[in-house]
T-cell receptor
Framework: GDSVTQMEGPVTLSEEAFLTINCTYT??????LFWYVQYPGEGLQLLLK?????DKGSNKGFEATYRKETTSFHLEKGSVQVSDSAVYFC???????????FGGGTRLMVKP | DTEVTQTPKHLVMGMTNKKSLKCEQH?????MYWYKQKAKKPPELMFV???????INESVPSRFSPECPNSSLLNLHLHALQPEDSALYLC???????????FGPGTRLTVT
């Protein structure tokens, strides 16, 4: 079945540092890929998406590129802020379009 | 507007109680979802409604009973829950199957 693997956290960075959170997936066909962010005590917010190979999703300074050859969708940001502290989930949507499979989540802590 | 609302925000119930969770969206989305999220874990899919019909039930115990009265509203009726059912219950919606899902803030349920 489909699966998503994320790097385990927590990831602790200083403000303005470069962020990478690794995400790899296993799926049949051509799934759509997403990054969601969850702030403490809140629901999930869609951060960015990519629907086909080589697509780059971007939002709020975050970027991720759909790499089919390496089955990866790594999240990057050039300069993190304290307000970026949250849990980040990588997810894929199956070919039937009705089921999101999530990675385990990566907690990011940004210190001033 | 990509808002999904959920009520109540918090709910404490005994094992013999009957309660309901409510989810609402006014984005014209035709697919709606219930997820369960335990602490420090990713969301787990419970139910999928597509065009107001139940299309997926992920082997959820019958003490959870979903209902979709109309295209904007999704309920989750709870009865005879167990303490291990305590979790954050998230509702999501998407324009249709195959497109990105937008999540509500969740209902934090505690079963005593």
């Amino acid at each position: 079945g489909d699966s998503v693997t994320q790097m385990e956290g927590p990831v602790t960075l200083s403000e303005e540092a470069f962020l990478t959170i690794n995400c790899t997936y296993t799926a049949t066909g051509y799934p759509s890929l997403f990054w969601y962010v969850q702030y403490p005590g809140e629901g999930l917010q869609l951060l960015l998406k990519a629907t086909k190979a080589d697509d780059k999703g971007s939002n709020k300074g975050f970027e991720a590129t759909y790499r089919k050859e390496t089955t990866s969708f790594h999240l990057e940001k050039g300069s993190v802020q304290v307000s970026d502290s949250a849990v980040y989930f990588c997810a894929l949507l199956n070919n039937a379009g009705n089921m999101l499979t999530f990675g385990g989540g990566t907690r990011l802590m940004v210190k001033p | 507007d990509t808002e999904v609302t959920q009520t109540p925000k918090h709910l404490v119930m005994g094992m013999t109680n009957k309660k309901s969770l409510k989810c609402e969206q006014h984005m014209g989305h035709r697919a709606m979802y219930w997820y369960k999220q335990k602490a420090k874990k990713p969301p787990e899919l419970m139910f999928v409604y597509s065009y107001e019909k139940l299309s997926i039930n992920e082997s959820v115990p019958s003490r959870f009973s979903p209902e979709c009265p109309n295209s904007s509203l999704l309920n989750l009726h709870l009865h005879a829950l167990q303490p291990e059912d305590s979790a954050l219950y998230l509702c999501a919606s998407s324009q249709s199957k195959g497109l990105e899902q937008y999540f509500g803030p969740g209902t934090r349920l505690t079963v005593t």
